[in-house]
C-alpha cells in the first residue's frame, strides 16, 4: 500500500512539474509574440497612414478651379481687311495676348482686287467673351461663327493625382538606394528611379499643355473683303457677261493644255517616232525597188 502511494504521489510530482515548465516556457515566448504583434501593427498603421495620403492626393485636387479648353473660329466680312487685321492684333495685345501667325492674300477677278487674311491668335481665357465681341465689331458683318468649349478639370485632376504618386515612388526608390549595400542593387534601383523620372516628365508635359491651353483661348480669324462672297450676284445681263468670260477662261485653259501637251510630247516625235518613220520608209522604198527590177526581169525574160 505505501509502495502505491509513492507511485501515485511521484506521478502527481511530474505533472506539476511539467505543467510549470509549460507555463515557464510559454511566459518566454511570450515577448517574442509581443513585438510580432507590435510591428504588425505598425505595419498597419503605416499602411493606413499611406492609404489616407492616398485619398488625400486624390481629395485635394478636387478643389482645383475649372479647367476649360474655350476656341473660337471666325469668318467676316470687311471693306479693308488689311486695316481690320492691324485692329485685331492691337485688341489681342491690349488683353495680354498675343498674335501666333498671319497671312494675306490678293486674288484679281474681272479687273477687281479681292484681299484675303487669316490670322490666327490667342487671348487670356478669362477675357474671351469680351475679346470676341471686340473682334466681331472690326467688322461690317460675321459670315461664319464657331465657338467651342472642352471640359478637361476631371483630367487634369487626375493628372494631378498621378503625379503626386509617381513623385512619393520617386523618394521611396532614393531612400532606398542610400541603403544599398552593392553596386549592382543600386544599378537595379537607379533604373527604376529612371523609369519612373520618364512617366513623371510625361505627366508633367500633360499638364503643363492643358494648363496652357485653358489659360489661353485660341481665336482663329479669316478676314475677306465684300466682294469676295458677291459672286452668285443676279441680273440677265450679269449672267450673260459671266457665262462668256467663263467660256473663254475655258477656251484659253484648253488651248494651254493643247500646247503644254505638243511641247512635251515633241522630244518623243523627234528622238523616236521620226528615226522609226524613216527607217520603215527606206525598207519600203527598197522593197518597191525589188519588186520592180524582178518585174522588169520577168518582162525581158518573156520578150527573149
Avoid: W
Wanted: proline residues 2%.
Amino acid at each position: 500500500m505505501k509502495k502505491l502511494n509513492f507511485v501515485f504521489f511521484l506521478f502527481l510530482f511530474s505533472f506539476i512539474f511539467g505543467a510549470c515548465s509549460s507555463t515557464s516556457s510559454n511566459t518566454n515566448a511570450n515577448p517574442s509574440q509581443a513585438e510580432i504583434g507590435s510591428n504588425s501593427q505598425n505595419e498597419t498603421a503605416a499602411q493606413k497612414v499611406s492609404l489616407a495620403d492616398a485619398q488625400q492626393s486624390k481629395i485635394a485636387p478636387a478643389a482645383v478651379e475649372r479647367k476649360i479648353i474655350r476656341d473660337a473660329d471666325l469668318t467676316l466680312e470687311t471693306d479693308a481687311p488689311a486695316e481690320t487685321q492691324n485692329k485685331i492684333t492691337a485688341i489681342a495685345e491690349s488683353k495680354g495676348g498675343f498674335v501666333i501667325e498671319s497671312s494675306q492674300s490678293s486674288s484679281d477677278l474681272k479687273a477687281t482686287t479681292h484681299d484675303t487674311v487669316t490670322m490666327t491668335v490667342r487671348v487670356p481665357a478669362a477675357k474671351f467673351n469680351e475679346s470676341l465681341d471686340e473682334i466681331r465689331k472690326t467688322a461690317s458683318r460675321v459670315i461664319v461663327e464657331n465657338v467651342k468649349g472642352q471640359d478637361v478639370t476631371e483630367e487634369f485632376i487626375d493628372i494631378e493625382a498621378r503625379l503626386k504618386t509617381q513623385k512619393a515612388l520617386e523618394a521611396q526608390f532614393l531612400e532606398i538606394m542610400k541603403r544599398s549595400n552593392s553596386v549592382e542593387d543600386a544599378l537595379n534601383i537607379q533604373r527604376e528611379i529612371a523609369g519612373v523620372r520618364v512617366g513623371i516628365e510625361k505627366i508633367e508635359g500633360r499638364k503643363h499643355f492643358l494648363e496652357n491651353q485653358s489659360s489661353f483661348s485660341t481665336v482663329k480669324i479669316k478676314l475677306q473683303s465684300p466682294a469676295a462672297f458677291s459672286a452668285t450676284s443676279s441680273g440677265f445681263f450679269y449672267q450673260i457677261r459671266h457665262s462668256f468670260g467663263s467660256g473663254f477662261d475655258a477656251a484659253l485653259s484648253f488651248i494651254l493644255v493643247l500646247i503644254t501637251v505638243a511641247v512635251a510630247l515633241l522630244p518623243f516625235l523627234i528622238f523616236i517616232v521620226l528615226p522609226i518613220y524613216l527607217i520603215m520608209r527606206y525598207f519600203l522604198k527598197k522593197n518597191r525597188r525589188q519588186k520592180l527590177a524582178s518585174e522588169i526581169a520577168r518582162e525581158e525574160i518573156k520578150n527573149d
